[in-house]
């Protein structure tokens, strides 16, 4: 196969994840506003019995206490949010490398610069770089949309 018929191939493959990942951010945006609205006050309060009287009923003496079923429930809430703060992390990278697209594709449309010996030199201006977000900033951000 030909290299230009592999870069158009591989474009091709580029510009399909990138629909599937748009698509999939508005499917995940979609479920966490369905699964936020899902959980009533009564809902959860029902859960919270149901959950509780089938722990009372499974209850094997020594093995499974109470203690274990919060260290395993909080260690099922850690990954969940562990995951939920990787997936915005994802999301706020590739958000990022679209700006910088963006920002390039504006430069190259500005054209070349006006010639810089007709205005005397500017001090450099120190920018604040851009920071990842920490996964519990980024679970914040998420939970709160």
Same mark, same amino acid.
């Given at each position: 196969?030909?290299?230009?018929?592999?870069?158009?191939?591989?474009?091709?493959?580029?510009?399909?994840?990138?629909?599937?990942?748009?698509?999939?951010?508005?499917?995940?945006?979609?479920?966490?506003?369905?699964?936020?609205?899902?959980?009533?006050?009564?809902?959860?309060?029902?859960?919270?019995?149901?959950?509780?009287?089938?722990?009372?009923?499974?209850?094997?003496?020594?093995?499974?206490?109470?203690?274990?079923?919060?260290?395993?429930?909080?260690? *099922?809430?850690?990954?969940?949010?562990?995951?939920? +703060? /990787?997936? &915005?992390?994802?999301? %706020?990278?590739?958000? $990022? #490398?679209?700006?910088?697209?963006?920002?390039?594709? *504006?430069?190259?449309?500005?054209?070349?610069?006006? +010639? /810089?010996? &007709?205005?005397?030199? %500017?001090?450099?201006? $120190? #920018?604040?770089?851009?920071?990842?977000?920490?996964?519990?900033?980024?679970?914040?951000?998420?939970?709160?949309?």
């Amino acid at each position: 196969m030909k290299f230009g018929a592999l870069q158009r191939r591989v474009k091709r493959c580029e510009q399909v994840m990138a629909v599937r990942l748009g698509e999939t951010q508005d499917h995940w945006n979609v479920l966490s506003q369905v699964w936020r609205q899902g959980w009533s006050p009564l809902r959860i309060v029902v859960v919270g019995l149901a959950g509780g009287f089938i722990a009372g009923k499974l209850e094997v003496p020594g093995k499974v206490n109470g203690a274990r079923w919060l260290q395993m429930v909080g260690s *099922v809430s850690s990954l969940f949010a562990s995951a939920q +703060a /990787a997936f &915005a992390s994802v999301v %706020a990278a590739q958000a $990022a #490398e679209t700006a910088d697209d963006a920002a390039d594709q *504006v430069d190259e449309a500005a054209g070349p610069p006006p +010639a /810089a010996a &007709a205005r005397p030199a %500017a001090p450099p201006v $120190a #920018e604040p770089e851009p920071h990842e977000p920490r996964p519990a900033e980024a679970a914040t951000e998420l939970s709160e949309r």
